[in-house]
């Protein structure tokens, strides 16, 4: 009912159309669709009236019903949302999860036993550890060596440049056409490029690869000392060629 009230709300579409909306419509912020949320369900549960009630609101519904109740701790309620991901060895580097480590002061002489984790979908700053025999809570580990707030953003921005490009890409890969034909025979695409057009555009995914989408702010690594026994094929990439070390005869 929430849903299908909201600006953007795309309903089923007769078949052989497609869904649309229209174009001067203005879409809810996040704070606005949180208030318009809390509002809804504080009407359905105390204004509104559903046949099945017989006159009563969800919540008087709720107040008669006899039902015991155990109220269960606030600081509780969070662990049935947390996830299983099994057992581990805890370490002198903490504990291992989806190959990065998290920490915690409790583990300090700790080493040796096995844990098991348990952590919140999507929040994967943060584990629940238990013991693994026991079942015994031991405490919250946080990931070690966290990003700063200005690394994360930059990532986020760099992630987002990336999907537009994928995007564009996909884009441009789907936009194929091919010839009419009136019998079996092989198809052929239609369209023509210049020469120049597929220049460009072999340059633009030749600059696709890992290394050409580091980061720009990476300091390469120095060359090795000339005195070093550098292998010749690494000497050759890092090394100068005025510095390069004379090879040894056999």
Do not use: C
């Not at 369900?41 to 015991?68: C, I, V, Y």
């Amino acid at each position: 009912m929430l849903l299908a009230a909201l600006p953007g709300y795309t309903r089923q579409p007769h078949p052989g159309k497609r869904p649309s909306r229209p174009k001067d419509e203005v879409l809810l912020s996040f704070e606005d669709s949180t208030a318009r949320l809390l509002d809804w369900t504080r009407w359905w549960n105390t204004e509104h009236r559903p046949e099945p009630l017989r006159g009563r609101t969800p919540l008087q519904a709720w107040q008669d019903d006899p039902t015991p109740l155990r109220d269960v701790p606030a600081a509780d309620l969070w662990t049935f949302t947390l996830e299983d991901a099994g057992t581990r060895t805890l370490t002198t580097r903490g504990v291992r999860f989806r190959r990065r480590d998290y920490v915690g002061a409790w583990m300090t002489g700790q080493a040796g036993i096995r844990v098991r984790i348990r952590f919140l979908p999507h929040h994967d700053h943060r584990i629940e550890v238990y013991h693994a025999v026991t079942g015994r809570y031991l405490g919250p580990a946080d990931l070690a060596d966290q990003a700063t707030e200005k690394q994360a953003r930059a990532v986020r921005r760099a992630r987002a440049a990336r999907s537009r490009r994928l995007k564009k890409d996909l884009e441009a890969s789907q936009r194929e056409r091919y010839a009419a034909v009136t019998q079996a025979e092989p198809p052929r695409r239609l369209g023509a490029l210049t020469g120049a057009q597929a220049d460009a555009e072999l340059a633009r995914s030749a600059g696709t690869g890992l290394s050409q989408l580091a980061l720009p702010d990476v300091i390469p690594p120095a060359a090795p000392p000339a005195n070093w026994r550098t292998p010749a094929s690494l000497a050759a990439l890092t090394t100068p060629e005025q510095a390069r070390p004379t090879p040894v005869q056999p």
